[in-house]
């Protein structure tokens, strides 16, 4: 019987309302500041990147920070990863939640306007596809490519895998992507000590073309799985 309970709790039991109403509040924040951010950037980019990073968790400001931690000392790697976490892990499971509570609509693209902007069904059904060919630990894959996570997050949801399965897969590739981006940085930075511009243009260049190879093996792999139809288009 608890087997069977737990095995219902993570296949798709509807979730609570306050839970749901938290689980979309959180999700709308991923989505809206950051774009509110974009016209701080310029302001920010030069002695405020684990601000950056708090409101745009992106890999490039987190090579940045790297790289500031190898030339000037600062940030902290412990103030760069709590500037990551809000944005880049709660969110990215709220995103999940979301997914969960809005599964069929989604499918449908019917979904509220913000999420169906937030969550292109082309790229939903993308990450459902690799989902399903290769399990939910592609999370660890996808947080090092660019594949968004909040889309990724969110397809895992509306697909009923499972969520501690998924949860842990994330966690592992959100740490995994933390570390490699501001690792690179800071190994950016040394080559810029000892190198200069050049020698750190053609780092980053490697580090892109890198992350651009392994976002293109996902989606062939996703692609080599034949859509499913949607059994509630019936």
């Not at 296949?11 to 938290?22: A, I, K, M, N």
């Not at 709660?90 to 937030?118: C, D, T």
């Not at 570390?179 to 080559?191: E, K, N, S, T």
Request: hydrophobic fraction near 55%; avoid cysteine; aromatic fraction near 8%.
């Amino acid at each position: 019987m608890t087997a069977m309970t737990e095995r219902s709790t993570d296949r798709g039991t509807p979730l609570r309302p306050w839970l749901r109403r938290t689980a979309v509040t959180v999700a709308v924040l991923r989505y809206v500041i950051p774009l509110l951010a974009v016209p701080m950037i310029p302001f920010l980019i030069t002695d405020r990147v684990p601000l950056l990073v708090l409101l745009r968790p992106q890999k490039e400001f987190l090579l940045l920070g790297g790289g500031q931690l190898r030339v000037l000392g600062e940030p902290s790697v412990a103030l760069l990863f709590a500037a990551y976490v809000p944005l880049m892990i709660v969110a990215i499971w709220a995103f999940f939640a979301v997914g969960r509570s809005y599964g069929p609509a989604l499918r449908r693209g019917e979904g509220p306007a913000w999420l169906q902007r937030a969550l292109p069904p082309r790229q939903l059904e993308i990450a459902q596809r690799v989902l399903a060919h290769r399990g939910p630990w592609i999370a660890v894959l996808g947080r090092i490519a660019a594949l968004p996570p909040t889309v990724l997050a969110a397809a895992a949801g509306v697909s009923e895998v499972p969520a501690r399965r998924y949860l842990a897969a994330d966690l592992v590739g959100a740490l995994a992507g933390f570390g490699i981006a501001v690792g690179a940085g800071y190994a950016l930075g040394r080559a810029y000590e000892d190198g200069g511009v050049w020698l750190t243009a053609a780092g980053v260049a490697v580090f892109v073309a890198l992350i651009v190879l392994l976002t293109r093996w996902i989606r062939r792999e996703a692609m080599a799985v034949p859509a499913e139809p949607d059994p509630s288009a019936d």
